[in-house]
């Protein structure tokens, strides 16, 4: 659905994945469909939702844009 050369955003706001495990998952559905991906840039949660040092909790939101190729 997306055209080579295409850019993909792709969020989880769950804390319970880690941005290592997001980006394995992302590139793991990549290699599934015959794809390569490069990322553009990692990205976290706006200002207006701080994360805590003392509540690992609120560090939840991930955001990858990814360029794919075939």
Known sequence: MLRPGGILITCSCSYHVSPPQFLD???DSARDVHRTI???E???QAKDHPILAAVPET???KCLIVSVSY
Do not use: K
Request: glycine share 0%.
């Open 59 to 61: 560090a939840y939101l």
């Open 42 to 44: 990692s990205r976290s």
């Open 25 to 27: 998952v992302v590139a």
């Open 38 to 40: 490069r990322l553009l």
